[in-house]
C-alpha cells in the first residue's frame, strides 16, 4: 500500500497557525481512520489526533487538545490537521497514517503500510 503523503508543515512563531494535509490518493478515505502523529528530535514518535472511518469521532492527544483539530475531505481524499495557538513543543515532522480506528490513544498503537516522508514543523521565535 502507498504510503501517505503529508504536506503544510513550515516555520511558525510561537501563537501561530499551520494547516497540515494529508494526502490519500490510493484507496477510499471515507472507509479509513486516519492518525496523525509527530516525532520530535530525539523522542519517539507520537499519536497526535485521529479521526474514524465513516467520521466515526475524532480522538486528540492531551497535549494538542483545544488547539488542534483534525477534519475531512472524502472527495478530495485528504485529512487536514489545524494547529493554532502553536508551542515550541510542538516542534516536529508530522506523519499521517491509515490506523486500525480511532478510540483513545491505543488507536496509535499500529498502523498500516509503510511511513510516509512526513512534514517538518518548527515552532521557534
Known amino acids: 500500500q502507498e504510503p501517505l503523503v503529508e504536506s503544510g508543515g513550515g516555520v511558525v512563531q510561537p501563537g501561530g497557525s499551520l494547516k497540515l494535509s494529508c494526502a490519500a490518493p490510493?484507496?477510499?478515505?471515507?472507509?479509513?481512520?486516519i492518525g496523525w502523529f509527530r516525532q520530535a528530535p530525539g523522542k519517539q514518535r507520537e499519536g497526535v489526533s485521529c479521526t474514524g472511518s465513516s467520521d466515526r469521532g475524532t480522538y486528540y492527544a492531551t497535549s494538542v487538545k483545544g488547539r488542534f483539530t483534525i477534519s475531512r475531505d472524502n472527495t478530495k481524499k485528504t485529512v487536514y490537521l489545524q494547529m493554532n495557538s502553536l508551542e515550541p513543543e510542538d516542534t516536529a515532522v508530522y506523519y499521517c497514517?491509515?490506523?486500525?480506528?480511532?478510540?483513545?490513544?491505543?488507536?496509535?498503537?499500529?498502523?498500516?503500510?509503510?511511513w510516509g516522508q512526513g512534514t517538518q514543523v518548527t515552532v521557534s521565535s
Open positions: 490510493g484507496f477510499t478515505l471515507d472507509h479509513s481512520a
Open positions: 497514517a491509515r490506523v486500525p480506528y480511532c478510540s483513545g490513544s491505543s488507536s496509535f498503537q499500529r498502523i498500516y503500510g509503510s
